[in-house]
């Protein structure tokens, strides 16, 4: 019985028996609700622990840093604007910095071997974390990245997982730096533009 | 760009700069529309290579830590760079001030002080209980403190902790809210009551908003849902101060 006659401002997305998108969750998130964040962290948990896994490689140490997005996420909430990016967007960024900076912050040994070697690593995960339509995008989100040529692919994956300048990937990989930026540039463009406006 | 009137977007958007590097390109972030165009066009397309990796379940243990650390952390005011601060949509404000005056003393009239209890306030669509954790946060700070009001045969009382910047109310003896009716907990700030949820009888709850610069908080019978603003005049209320 609380719940009819709300003003439509308070219910939005809330509704009963219509499924909130996470942007609508991120949002109640930002007005201070608990209870949406409860929700919010269902919905994306492993997904952030998955990326921030592969960038910290030491299980602990990762698992500490993905408490530390979802606390940043929190306090953060009030600034997410639907109008200008997709939620997952907005706590993947957040949680990619997260990442970068811890695995800078600790010792040499604990960062992941710099001979670039991405899908040996893949950990395992359960399966029932994953709603089918997360996995369909998954899936495409692949598919765009295997479209890229695989020298924009290195390029770009190297300086995302490991959090490296364009400078750094130049060294790494012996080219120009002209050459490293433009990879990653091109490389990043082609892949929103294969996905641009779904997310 | 790269030369030296702008950022390296491409640098900013792979976190490949360090903290002060980072400082400084936000300071630039937030004058140059360009490069915010930049940066957020790239974001956009890092963010999916993020999409593209596996997920991975945290262990069961991070749920409860997570939570219970939001509960007790206060968000940021919204300020990120470039992104407007929240607007009240137009013709909302004239709403608001329906006499706070005239409400207050209302209220002032209405109150009765006794000793005792605790009341909270759910928010309308949370049909389940508020995390036992957030309202233990709050009752079990050092400096909550605990008032309480009473009237025809039921308490109110309002566990309150300036340092959590919460408060925790809760309905004591009093019966069901007629029907089509609810209890609705208000804070008193500037003069003016500002919604803080709803209440059931017996269910401490943590009340909406922040207790910080309120100055009492207040119960009244609303119809069902909530009102924007009170509508009827308090059965009880307490002093925070
Ligand atoms: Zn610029």
Known sequence: MLVTGVPPATMDAMSVGEAPTLSDLLQQVGQGDEHAFARLYDEAAARLHGLVCRVVVDRALAEEVTQEVFLEIWRGSPSFDASRGSALSWMFTIAHRKAVDRVRAVDASRRRDTTYSAEQNAPSYDSTAELVDDRMRADRVRSAIGALTDRQREAVELAYFEGLSHTEVADRLGIPLGTAKSRIRDGLLRLRDALGGES | ?241
């Open chain 2, 1 to 241: 760009m790269t030369d030296d009137k702008h950022i390296d977007t491409l640098d900013y958007a792979m976190d490949a700069l360090d903290e002060v590097g980072r400082r400084r390109a936000d300071q630039h972030l937030r004058e140059c529309a360009q490069c915010r165009t930049e940066v957020a066009e790239l974001q956009d397309a890092t963010a999916l290579i993020g999409e593209s990796t596996t997920p991975v379940s945290p262990p069961p243990s991070m749920r409860d830590s997570v939570l219970a650390a939001a509960a007790r952390t206060p968000q940021h005011p919204p300020t990120a760079q470039g992104r407007p601060t929240r607007v009240e949509p137009a013709g909302a404000a004239p709403r608001r001030r329906n006499r706070p005056g005239q409400w207050l003393l209302a209220a002032a009239a209405a109150l009765v002080l006794i000793a005792g209890g605790v009341t909270v306030a759910t928010k309308p669509w949370q049909q389940d209980k508020a995390p036992v954790s957030a309202v233990q946060q709050v009752e079990q700070a050092p400096d909550a403190r605990s008032t309480t009001a009473s009237a025809d045969g039921g308490s109110l009382v309002v566990v309150a902790s300036a340092s959590r910047g919460k408060a925790v109310a809760t309905l004591r003896g009093m019966p069901p809210a007629p029907a089509g009716k609810t209890y609705q907990a208000w804070f008193i700030s500037g003069g003016k009551p500002v919604s803080a949820g709803m209440l059931e009888p017996d269910k401490a709850t943590v009340l909406d908003g922040s207790v910080t610069g309120a100055s009492a908080a207040a119960i009244t019978v609303e119809p069902a849902g909530g009102s924007q603003q009170p509508t009827s005049k308090p059965i009880m209320s307490v002093t925070l101060t």
